[in-house]
């Protein structure tokens, strides 16, 4: 089956603390990227990456990083979480091959950073 | 640069009623066009899109959307809507010629709720 796969779904840890949310496609997608979800403020992107060892800010990167070794694998780094970054995540991957097609996500990660 | 507004936060009918959810975009060029929905705890689904050609694109679960470039819409609409229909849904954009950013970012809207009552 298809799939994008986060992992942990939910996470409740304390200020400082590194954290690594990982996201795994068996689509073989050369596109992948991590959102955030707050209420009022939809998704909002804060890495993509083109391909393997690509990536690139999206529009809230700060306190953030990326990495990706392996086309499948796009894990989400926290260094130093800050309770401003307790939030829903969501990763997403997409074929690149041809234009408009749609993104696959995966069912997200509710961190609450206390 | 692209912008997505979904006016509505939130859309209430009542079942076997048609449903209606707005979704009005900005970009440059001509757009590429998504609906997605969200159930609880879930992620996002791809529900249907708009890349080319006839204005009205029909896609999952009896969702259809139409596109007019004149009004710079792309609502989403159902002719009988289900209880079961309550979710969460964004609208996204994707200019084709924003060569700036990558191929596959979409900008998204903030989401509007549609409550579907018995």
């Known amino acids: 089956e298809a799939q994008v796969t986060q992992n942990p779904r939910y996470l409740i840890t304390v200020t400082g603390k590194k954290l690594t949310v990982t996201c795994s496609q068996n689509?073989?997608?050369?596109?992948m990227s991590w959102y955030r979800q707050d209420p009022g403020l939809g998704l909002r992107q804060i890495y993509y990456?083109?391909?393997?060892?690509?990536?690139d800010k999206g529009d809230v990167p700060e306190g953030y990083k990326v990495s990706r070794k392996e086309k499948r694998n796009f894990p989400l780094i926290l260094e130093s979480p800050s309770p401003n970054q307790t939030s829903l995540y969501f990763c997403?991957?997409?074929?690149?091959?041809?234009?408009?097609?749609?993104?696959?996500f995966g069912d997200g990660t509710r961190l609450s950073i206390l | 640069a692209q912008s997505v507004a979904q006016p509505e936060d939130q859309v209430n009918v009542a079942e076997g009623n048609p449903l209606t959810v707005k979704c009005t975009y900005s970009?440059?060029?001509?757009?590429?066009l998504f609906w997605y929905v969200q159930y609880p705890n879930r992620g996002l689904q791809f529900l249907l899109k708009?890349?080319?050609?006839?204005?009205l694109v029909k896609g999952s679960y009896g969702f259809e959307a139409e596109f007019n470039k004149s009004q710079t819409s792309f609502h989403l609409k159902k002719p009988s809507a289900l209880v079961s229909d309550s979710a969460l849904y964004f609208c996204?954009?994707?200019?084709?010629?924003?060569?700036?950013?990558?191929?596959?970012?979409?900008?998204f809207g903030k989401g509007t709720k549609l409550s579907v009552k018995p």
């Open positions: 997403a991957s997409a074929w690149t091959g041809v234009y408009g097609q749609p993104q696959h």
């Open positions: 689509m073989n997608h050369e596109y």
């Open positions: 990456s083109m391909n393997v060892e690509v990536t």
């Open positions: 970009v440059s060029g001509n757009p590429y």
């Open positions: 708009y890349i080319t050609g006839d204005n």
């Open positions: 996204a954009v994707r200019d084709p010629y924003d060569y700036g950013g990558s191929q596959g970012n979409l900008i």
